[in-house]
């Protein structure tokens, strides 16, 4: 298992920031990587496979290439299940789930296709385990197989992670529609908050909600391994060697940074609903970074700085329908969800007018990174920004917007739109 082929999928637009990161894990040569639109594919060994599922942020699965192929129909995709030594990675005890995604496939049944792979893997060890199959299992598999399909090639993989990796195992209190932890780790990979050799500016997420932004940075800043509190598929595997595991652990727990006592907070949240400030609060003590963090409530259109000499403010801003009436925290029946929620309406476009006001108020010499689909931001907050990351939420087009900010005006010098994108 030395001679792998991983692909690390991950939100378009991510991808620049994967590549290093996973260089900066395994210690591989940047000849072992190639960039793909979606994900990062790279040649190395099942032991690698597991420190990347331990310790990356920002991917959100690591996949095993097993097979490529051309096809034409869906006898095809049989053969080529077919013929992949399954029996080498798990056994028939094993319960498994095969799922198909497609980029113009000439199949007209997705459904149908991903029948064929699973009768394939079933018909293998049929043959190699005395008639024994494994089951199916569509909730919760202990293998996941993925079947990639464009026009006329098919890619087999199996998943090493099991659940997704965005799943660090501390969230369990949120709000609506929270940010994913993977997609925060790339808001604050794209700042280069943490990718110096400097000491770490304070960082505020003004929105935080239940907290994800400040605690996925506080724990790079205390270098917790984002994987450390959760099980991986790949512990079922055949070529899984327990001690190896519990190596790679210890070594990770090892190489925790505590802060001293008495030491001052150095990330920051606020939330204009005490509910979510609770909500932040409880998930940062199950992630190992309370004593590193302080959340206060308080609305965005009011909260001054959290400490002086500026700093990072990393915020994503809810985005949709109006689902609440913006207020000061604590306040009226809207105040549960807040200003945060106003993006996307005519109340919403004054509330970024008020909160940029606020901002280049009170602000001076924090630089502020907004992740948003509104590709007009800029405008209704009246700044010019000095970079736009393209991201993607999901199935939403997004741009990571920065702005510089001096005392009620632009920041002297402040650049056209960066070249992160060459249209838009």
């Given at each position: 298992?030395?001679?792998?082929?991983?692909?690390?999928?991950?939100?378009?637009g991510?991808?620049?920031?994967?590549?290093?990161?996973?260089?900066?894990?395994?210690?591989?040569?940047?000849?072992?990587?190639?960039?793909?639109?979606?994900?990062?594919?790279?040649?190395?060994?099942?032991?690698?496979?597991?420190?990347?599922?331990?310790?990356?942020?920002?991917?959100?699965?690591?996949?095993?290439?097993?097979?490529?192929?051309?096809?034409?129909?869906?006898?095809?995709?049989?053969?080529?299940?077919?013929?992949?030594?399954?029996?080498?990675?798990?056994?028939?005890?094993?319960?498994?789930?095969?799922?198909?995604?497609?980029?113009?496939?000439?199949?007209?049944?997705?459904?149908?296709?991903?029948?064929?792979?699973k009768?394939?893997?079933c018909?293998?060890?049929?043959?190699?385990?005395?008639?024994?199959?494994?089951?199916v299992?569509?909730?919760?598999?202990?293998?996941?197989?993925y079947?990639?399909?464009?026009?006329?090639?098919?890619?087999?993989?199996?998943?090493?992670?099991?659940?997704?990796?965005?799943?660090?195992?501390?969230?369990?209190?949120?709000?609506?529609?929270?940010?994913?932890?993977?997609?925060?780790?790339?808001?604050?990979?794209?700042?280069?908050?943490?990718?110096?050799?400097?000491?770490?500016?304070?960082?505020?997420?003004?929105?935080?909600?239940?907290?994800?932004?400040?605690?996925?940075?506080?724990?790079?800043?205390?270098?917790?391994?984002?994987?450390?509190?959760?099980?991986?598929?790949?512990?079922k595997?055949?070529?899984?060697?327990?001690?190896?595991?519990?190596?790679?652990?210890?070594?990770?727990?090892?190489?925790?940074?505590?802060?001293?006592?008495?030491?001052?907070?150095?990330?920051?949240?606020?939330?204009?609903?005490?509910?979510?400030?609770?909500?932040?609060?409880?998930?940062?003590?199950?992630?190992?970074?309370?004593?590193?963090?302080?959340?206060?409530?308080?609305?965005?259109?009011?909260?001054?700085?959290?400490?002086?000499?500026?700093?990072?403010?990393?915020l994503n801003?809810?985005?949709?329908?109006?689902?609440?009436?913006?207020?000061?925290?604590?306040?009226?029946?809207?105040?549960?969800?807040?200003?945060?929620?106003?993006?996307?309406?005519?109340?919403?476009?004054?509330?970024?007018?008020?909160?940029?006001?606020?901002?280049?108020k009170?602000?001076?010499?924090?630089?502020?990174?907004?992740?948003?689909?509104?590709?007009?931001?800029?405008?209704?907050?009246?700044?010019?920004?000095?970079?736009?990351?393209?991201?993607?939420?999901?199935p939403?087009?997004?741009?990571?917007?920065?702005?510089?900010?001096?005392?009620?005006?632009?920041?002297?010098?402040?650049?056209?739109a960066?070249?992160?994108?060459?249209?838009?």
């Amino acid at each position: 298992m030395n001679q792998l082929t991983l692909f690390l999928p991950c939100a378009a637009g991510v991808e620049e920031y994967l590549a290093p990161e996973i260089l900066q894990i395994t210690g591989l040569p940047p000849g072992c990587i190639t960039k793909q639109r979606g994900g990062v594919a790279v040649r190395t060994s099942f032991a690698h496979a597991m420190l990347l599922n331990l310790y990356s942020r920002l991917s959100q699965r690591v996949l095993v290439l097993v097979s490529y192929t051309e096809y034409r129909s869906e006898q095809d995709l049989y053969r080529a299940g077919l013929q992949v030594p399954w029996e080498q990675w798990f056994t028939p005890k094993e319960s498994i789930k095969v799922e198909v995604t497609a980029q113009h496939s000439p199949l007209t049944s997705l459904n149908f296709a991903a029948l064929k792979v699973k009768d394939a893997v079933c018909d293998r060890f049929r043959e190699v385990a005395n008639g024994v199959r494994p089951d199916v299992n569509t909730q919760w598999p202990d293998v996941r197989i993925y079947a990639h399909l464009t026009t006329d090639s098919c890619s087999l993989y199996i998943d090493t992670s099991g659940e997704p990796l965005f799943k660090r195992g501390w969230r369990e209190d949120k709000g609506d529609a929270p940010l994913k932890e993977t997609l925060a780790a790339a808001m604050i990979a794209a700042s280069g908050w943490a990718s110096g050799d400097d000491d770490l500016m304070p960082l505020y997420d003004p929105c935080c909600g239940s907290g994800t932004v400040a605690i996925e940075a506080a724990q790079i800043a205390c270098n917790i391994a984002a994987g450390s509190l959760r099980r991986f598929a790949f512990e079922k595997y055949r070529p899984f060697r327990s001690q190896e595991w519990a190596d790679m652990k210890a070594e990770a727990a090892a190489n925790v940074v505590k802060p001293e006592p008495g030491q001052t907070a150095l990330i920051y949240g606020s939330d204009v609903s005490h509910r979510m400030v609770d909500f932040a609060q409880r998930n940062a003590q199950r992630a190992g970074v309370a004593d590193v963090i302080e959340f206060r409530g308080g609305d965005a259109l009011q909260r001054m700085p959290p400490i002086e000499g500026g700093g990072v403010m990393v915020l994503n801003p809810p985005y949709g329908e109006r689902i609440g009436i913006g207020g000061v925290a604590g306040e009226g029946e809207g105040a549960r969800f807040g200003a945060r929620e106003l993006a996307q309406t005519d109340e919403g476009v004054d509330f970024f007018n008020q909160l940029a006001s606020h901002w280049k108020k009170n602000y001076s010499g924090w630089t502020a990174w907004v992740l948003t689909p509104d590709l007009k931001l800029p405008s209704k907050m009246r700044l010019k920004e000095s970079r736009r990351v393209p991201m993607w939420n999901g199935p939403l087009e997004c741009r990571l917007f920065k702005f510089d900010m001096v005392k009620g005006r632009l920041a002297k010098g402040a650049a056209p739109a960066a070249a992160d994108e060459t249209n838009d």
